[in-house]
């Protein structure tokens, strides 16, 4: 399993896209919770991208250490996002993990799209797979991806456009899903618009995302040998319902 770069726009325009504020208003609680609750200490985020959860997590557990495998969002990070000193950030992936020193290491986070994103089951199990190994007796694991139910897909497969206003020029995001059994197609557009509305920018990504539903990740995080596996919808509180939430936390115990 190699360690794949996915997103082809800037760090900055990757960070933008994201409402972060919103975002953490959802999700600090959460983790706080599921940390406080298995007592971590350390934490490893894998794919943490321009740093926003890295940093997060530094108010929440003594250590936080961070990796991705592009170099620009790990300098991104550096330079405009973690200001906290316990906080360790360097570039590489899952295949890098086991040779990572971390001390009373107690959860490894994979947010975002992360998982998914690795395109294919077999790379999503040898994630697994590593993530189980690296983890201390009673260690936990928290993964997020979308909900690939198809009749979710088909509802959201348009997201409504952000509009991100900065520097007098106007950043408009697109992202569009197209539904695959195997592979399901994510598009992402950019547009910026400078003060006299013309167009400055237009960046159009495409990734490819493995169709990670909740009974094949559950197959295969039990066939890595997770034991504990518990599910909640996109706000950290209720659990799953495949038909309504958007996306889902799987948190693992080893």
């Given at each position: 399993?190699?360690?794949?770069?996915?997103?082809?726009?800037?760090?900055?325009?990757?960070?933008?896209?994201?409402?972060?504020?919103?975002?953490?208003?959802?999700?600090?609680?959460?983790?706080?919770?599921?940390?406080?609750?298995?007592?971590?200490?350390?934490?490893?985020?894998?794919?943490?991208?321009?740093?926003?959860?890295?940093?997060?997590?530094?108010?929440?557990?003594?250590?936080?250490?961070?990796?991705?495998?592009?170099?620009?969002?790990?300098?991104?990070?550096?330079?405009?996002?973690?200001?906290?000193?316990?906080?360790?950030?360097?570039?590489?992936?899952?295949?890098?993990?086991?040779?990572?020193?971390?001390?009373?290491?107690?959860?490894?986070?994979?947010?975002?799209?992360?998982?998914?994103?690795?395109?294919?089951?077999?790379?999503?199990?040898?994630?697994?797979?590593?993530?189980y190994k690296k983890l201390p007796k009673n260690g936990i694991a928290v993964f997020q991806f979308i909900n690939f139910e198809k009749s979710v897909i088909e509802k959201n497969r348009y997201y409504p456009p952000k509009i991100l206003i900065k520097d007098n020029k106007k950043y408009i995001f697109h992202r569009h899903f197209e539904y695959g059994k195997i592979k399901t197609k994510a598009d992402f557009l950019v547009t910026v618009l400078n003060e006299d509305n013309e167009i400055e920018l237009f960046d159009a990504s495409q990734s490819i995302m493995c169709t990670l539903k909740k009974r094949i990740f559950l197959n295969i995080a039990q066939n890595c040998g997770f034991k504990k596996i518990v599910f909640t919808g996109n706000d950290g509180k209720m659990p799953f319902d495949r038909e309504n939430h958007i996306s889902l936390f799987a948190i693992l115990k080893k």
């Open positions: 399993m190699q360690n794949k770069v996915n997103f082809k726009f800037t760090a900055e325009l990757y960070d933008k896209q994201v409402n972060w504020e919103n975002r953490f208003k959802q999700e600090k609680d959460f983790f706080a919770r599921v940390f406080n609750k298995n007592k971590v200490k350390a934490v490893l985020d894998i794919g943490c991208g321009t740093g926003r959860h890295a940093e997060l997590f530094a108010g929440i557990a003594e250590k936080v250490f961070a990796i991705d495998p592009s170099q620009e969002m790990i300098d991104y990070a550096k330079s405009h996002v973690i200001k906290s000193p316990n906080v360790t950030i360097k570039k590489g992936g899952f295949r890098d993990i086991e040779n990572l020193k971390i001390e009373n290491l107690g959860a490894i986070t994979c947010l975002g799209n992360t998982l998914s994103l690795l395109e294919t089951r077999k790379n999503v199990k040898a994630a697994l797979k590593a993530t």
